[in-house]
């Protein structure tokens, strides 16, 4: 079964609380490479059948009012996985 | 720690003096032309970009209060000395701060963010909470506890349960991660708040009298300090374009609007500003909310000797692209700034360590009476703090009372068409009573209120659903502050005046009813476009009104909040006046809950029901809103509350409720189901004596009323201090705990699981 | 006069107290909310309560240790996958593990924290409504053998409050099994599943039945009049059963 993989962001300007945690606590662990985090969401929508062009755009159209919210989020990618 | 200096093309006061001709966008930022041409004549010369935006959200109606100060200075002028006898700081600072004895004080304040949270709920309604509890802290304070009145659209529009998820978890999420217990508020529903939510937030906060800190940075060479989160893009323009002009979803925004909450750095920020004060490391602090370092610059400079300088490359950027007037208007959240002696330096530094949270310095006190503020090295703003912050433009706006006034107040509810079959069988009243709970307004909050931590810091004595919150200040003699707040759009709608004197009455009583004594008021003023002249009036009669019943029952305002361009479209919400009332305890171990829960006992009612049910909850369940609100009776008011506040202390009621919306049949339904006991009344005496019928005893909505449990060996000495008064009581009843239902006698009995059932389901089925 | 609460004087021993002796070491991590809470229900139980930074590197002179409700770190990553890295988490692990087998309450965040240190095992996801829920909660003792249970009696039913956002324990079925088999299921909810916790667990314990945790506030019930309703006090055991435990054994 096809799944349509849609990653959401929040948007670079945006505040992310939770990015900031985790950066926080990298480098107490040894971990010392990394300057910034930012955390998103991954969504998987599961399409019986074939993944149309029609189904794909569905699929971004609830991407952008859905599952992201556009007044603090991005989509940042939308892919089709087989499988 | 990094610093980052961008090169952008710096309009500095020296090219501004050159370039008198130079096209700003002063209108796009919300500034009138006569407003702009103030502050060439100001300057001398053009402003620079900084400048103007400094001056444009520093002027914004949000910050200025420009429309509104003509009227609110009626709280400074009608205090009396008596009634400041336990202000220990009035209106103007962050906070007002309120003796409660025994070298305690406690600060309390209540301010709007309902344009925000109809933006984006969730953030709008946790920046709410997070800009209040700031507030506190910058006074000196420990936060104690969080109350939010809220006021939603519609239950059943379908936009309204969007809002009540986003705004009811912003709170809890923001709230509850602070360790703040919320211990009260108010949600109502009324299509007049569809496109236009009002989301109060109240936050209270104990300190010790010589903890008190103010907004002020005196002290030649004292180091001017910012620290907790980055500075970033977050609601640019929010303060002066958000909510100074009414909301357009659509336009589009190069910068956040929203600004995004971080409630875990603020738990860390309240603690490591805890310690900062308790090592009295700051001589003065201040946060940064509306108009962000724009704002705390020229509050702090013009308060104290008056002048400051600032490297404004020295803020710490989470968006190095922010040009100058970008960082001076930014509203990110979860920053303070302060000022710090040079010998107090390293010891900030390491309370800024142990807790992680960063800090940088940006700059000095001066006695210059000039805040200049440089762009690496290059001077960008040079003005006089004062004329920022406090000696902006003042507007008396023209206003009139509305036409339509007259004929709305002649529809009164009773002879209406909408009140033809009043109920009045005993299975009519039996159904009244149930619709009246199972209503939206008269409903179960559970569904709200269970999503708050009400625990934490295990000082709270009451909570919702009780009259009025009740947190105790100190473990050993239980000293402890009781808060309530209350408005109601309608009862303002017919009659501002009123309006305004009637929520502080209820508030008054909420708190007088729990066993407190009133000490002290803050109010959240929520209104229409102060630009419409009836909605001005609506707003000149309202402020009047609580001034004045201010004045009557010897309660101080203390500070508060306006919210104006409440409106969707042309059309204003109703004048919503929200109320805060503080009181103080003793010992809170004499806290008065708000239901029965002892076999026997005589209930009480206090005060006299008159036919009032215009503007009334159950008028409204018939579609009707018309004639005038029930009066407000303050001096009745006082003689209750002192009623309820003795009986408490002397340990002569065990359970009290007062009467408002829903009148005696929402009461008496309320208080059998707080604790699940039953109780017998008998209604008959009390019709007789006041000249009404059933219904009206049931759902008028007169004031200075409360319900009473007494215990039968109190009762005469109970009885005999309300004669001794002069105050109406009649016995009505007794608790019944074996009969697991509310019967009144010779009429109806309706089970309690019943009315459980029915004043349960309302929110879940809208909003699960 | 007491002198500012400001910051809370977690120190402060009860007075007179036959089990003041006894010390129990209340950990603050960034985000740590119930500390003051869980130090005055050591205090109120009779015992004395020891304030512990996260990022010392040292247990000192503690009998005991609780780790209180709260959102450290914001919970931002997972609830307590954070603060589970703390230096001084390394020496509660170490010290909880060790022949003294050092009396450990997790509670809420603390219980999160010590699932995600594998002192206990299984983990808490979102509570299956979704939504934080504040409510007075009925638990059942099923284990009144552990160190914060034995003044408890087997099946005592006791209200106490619950507030979560995170609090739906999950466990796969085996060590579900073998929680139950081994009787480490030290609390149950009783009359209402309050966020789809497997087998109605609202708390558990590791094997040796020194370290427990649970998602509900038993430092929120000892003190009539600010806790739940009616009862008040319920939680109170929790505390008395270790001083107890910790002075009698001396």
């Known amino acids: 079964m096809p799944r349509i993989v849609v990653d959401v962001m929040p948007k670079p300007e945006i505040l992310d609380p939770q990015g900031k945690a985790i950066v926080g606590a990298l480098p107490r662990l040894g971990f010392t490479s990394f300057s910034a985090v930012r955390q998103g969401k991954r969504f998987e929508l599961t399409v019986d059948g074939e993944v149309t062009d029609e189904i794909l755009a569905q699929a971004r159209n609830a991407a952008e009012t859905l599952l992201s919210n556009p007044v603090i989020e991005d989509v940042v990618n939308i892919e089709v996985v087989e499988g | 720690m990094t610093e980052v200096t961008q090169k952008f093309n710096i309009d500095t006061v020296e090219h501004a003096a050159q370039t008198p001709e130079q096209e700003l966008p002063w209108a796009e930022l919300g500034l009138k032309d006569t407003e702009f041409e103030e502050i060439v004549k100001l300057l001398g010369r053009r402003p620079t970009a900084a400048e103007l935006a400094m001056y444009s959200v520093m002027w914004s109606e949000h910050c200025s209060y420009k429309s509104s ?290 800090y940088s310095w940006l700059g000095e006190v001066t006695d210059t009476g000039r805040l200049v503020i440089e762009w690496d090295g290059e001077k960008i703003v040079d003005v006089d703090p004062r004329t920022v912050a406090h000696e902006g433009p003042v507007y008396n706006r023209p206003y009139n009372r509305p036409e339509w006034l007259d004929s709305i107040q002649a529809d009164s509810f009773t002879g209406s068409v909408q009140d033809a079959g009043r109920p009045q069988t005993p299975e009519e009243l039996a159904a009244a009573v149930v619709e009246l709970i199972s209503s939206p307004n008269m409903a179960s909050k559970d569904w709200v209120t269970n999503q708050y931590d009400r625990y934490v810091q295990g000082n709270t004595a009451l909570a919702f659903p009780d009259d009025a919150g009740v947190v105790r200040v100190d473990e050993e003699t239980g000293l402890g502050v009781s808060i309530s707040t209350d408005a109601n759009g309608r009862y303002s709608y017919l009659d501002p005046y009123e309006g305004a004197r009637l929520a502080l009455a209820e508030a008054y009583r909420n708190v007088a009813t729990s066993g407190a004594k009133p000490l002290a008021v803050t109010d959240c003023l929520n209104f229409g476009s102060p630009e419409d002249p009836e909605v001005m009036w609506q707003f000149a009669e309202s402020v009047r009104g609580l001034a004045d019943g201010c004045q009557e029952l010897g309660v101080p305002v203390t500070g508060g909040n306006v919210s104006l361009y409440n409106q969707t479209g042309g059309v204003a919400i109703h004048p919503t006046p929200v109320v805060g009332v503080l009181g103080v305890f003793d010992d809170v171990a004499r806290r008065t809950p708000s239901g029965w829960a002892e076999d026997g006992q005589a209930i009480y009612l206090l005060g006299t029901t008159r036919d009032e049910l215009g503007g009334s909850e159950w008028a409204n369940l018939r579609g009707h809103l018309g004639g005038k609100p029930p009066v407000a009776d303050l001096a009745a008011e006082k003689a209750l509350g002192e009623i309820l506040v003795n009986a408490s202390r002397d340990g002569m009621i065990d359970a009290a409720h007062d009467l408002s919306e829903g009148g005696l049949a929402a009461a008496l339904v309320e208080a059998s189901l707080r604790f699940n006991t039953g109780a017998r009344i008998g209604l008959d005496e009390l019709c007789e004596r006041d000249g009404i019928d059933l219904f009206t005893a049931l759902f008028s909505e007169s004031q200075a009323r409360a319900l009473v449990a007494v215990p039968r060996s109190e009762e005469i000495r109970f009885t005999d201090m309300c004669t001794a008064r002069g105050f109406a009581h009649l016995r009505i009843g007794v608790v019944d705990a074996a009969s697991e239902a509310l019967d009144v006698q010779g009429r109806f009995s309706l089970p309690l699981a019943q009315l459980r059932e029915a004043n349960d389901a309302v929110l879940p089925k809208y909003f699960d | 006069m007491t002198e500012t609460p400001l910051i809370g004087d977690l120190a402060a021993p009860a007075a007179g107290s036959a089990l003041s002796g006894a010390r129990i070491g209340v950990v603050t991590f960034p985000g740590t909310l119930d500390d003051r809470d869980a130090a005055r229900a050591v205090r109120l139980a009779g015992g004395t309560a020891v304030p512990l930074w996260h990022a010392a590197t040292e247990l000192g002179d503690v009998d005991a240790v609780v780790i209180p409700g709260g959102f450290s770190y914001g919970d931002y990553l997972r609830a307590g996958a954070i603060a589970r890295f703390a230096p001084l988490m390394d020496k509660i692990i170490d010290a909880a593990k060790s022949d003294a087998k050092l009396p ?147």
């Not at chain 2, 059943?156 to 969007?162: E, F, G, L, Y």
């Not at chain 2, 971080?262 to 490591?272: N, Q, R, S």
């Not at chain 2, 404004?312 to 979860?334: A, C, F, Y």
Request: net charge negative.
């Open chain 2, 69 to 358: 100060k003509v009227h609110l200075r009626q709280f400074g002028e009608k205090v009396t000395e008596k009634m400041k006898e336990h202000l220990l700081v009035g209106i103007g600072e962050n906070a007002g701060v309120v003796d409660i004895g025994d070298g305690w004080a406690v600060t309390f304040k209540v301010e709007s963010h309902n344009h925000p949270s109809f933006v984006e709920p969730y953030q709008g309604a946790a920046t709410g909470v997070g800009g209040i509890v700031r507030d506190i802290i910058s006074m000196g304070a420990r936060p104690v506890a969080v109350m939010d009145p809220l006021r939603f659209g519609a239950i059943d529009h379908p936009d309204t349960a969007r809002l009540v998820h986003g705004i009811v978890s912003g709170i809890g999420g923001y709230g509850n991660s602070l360790g703040l217990p919320n211990i009260g508020g108010e949600v109502v529903f009324d299509s007049v708040y569809q496109g236009n939510p009002l989301v109060n937030a109240l936050a209270v906060g104990v300190l010790r009298h010589e903890d008190i800190r103010l907004a002020n940075a005196s002290g030649v060479g004292n180091k001017v300090v910012l620290f907790g989160a980055r500075t970033g893009g977050d609601g640019i323009g929010g303060a002066s374009v958000l909510a100074s002009e009414s909301f357009d979803a659509t336009k589009p925004s190069k910068r956040p609007a929203v600004q995004v909450g971080d409630p875990f750095a603020e738990k860390v920020l309240i603690e490591c500003c805890l310690e900062l004060f308790k090592a009295s490391v700051v001589e003065g602090i201040q946060d940064l909310g509306a108009a962000g370092i724009s704002c705390a610059t020229s509050e702090l400079a013009s308060n104290g000797d008056g002048g400051m300088h600032v490297e404004l490359t020295k803020v710490l950027l989470r968006d190095p692209s922010l040009t100058p007037g970008e960082i001076l208007m930014s509203e990110s959240q979860e920053r303070m700034m302060a000022v710090v002696t040079p010998e107090n330096v390293a010891a900030f530094e390491a309370i800024m360590d142990k807790w992680a949270v960063e």
């Open chain 3, 104 to 250: 450990v309450l997790g509670i809420c965040n603390g219980f999160q924290i010590l699932t995600e240190s594998h002192l206990l095992p299984g983990s808490m996801i979102k509570n299956d409504h979704l939504k934080f829920l504040c409510r007075d909660q009925v638990l059942r003792i099923e284990n009144n053998t552990t160190a914060w249970t034995s003044d408890y009696a087997a099946g005592q039913e006791i209200t106490v409050p619950l507030k979560n956002q995170d609090g739906q324990f999950i466990a796969d079925e085996k060590t579900l099994d073998a929680l139950e088999a081994e009787g480490r299921v030290v609390f149950r909810y009783v009359g209402f599943n309050p966020n789809g916790s497997r087998r109605d667990i609202a708390g558990i314990s590791n094997a040796a039945g020194n370290v427990v945790g649970l998602m509900p506030h038993p430092e929120h019930a000892v003190e009539a009049g600010y806790g739940p309703a009616h009862t008040g006090t319920d939680g109170l055991g929790f505390f008395t059963s270790v001083l107890n435990k910790l002075v009698g054994g001396k």
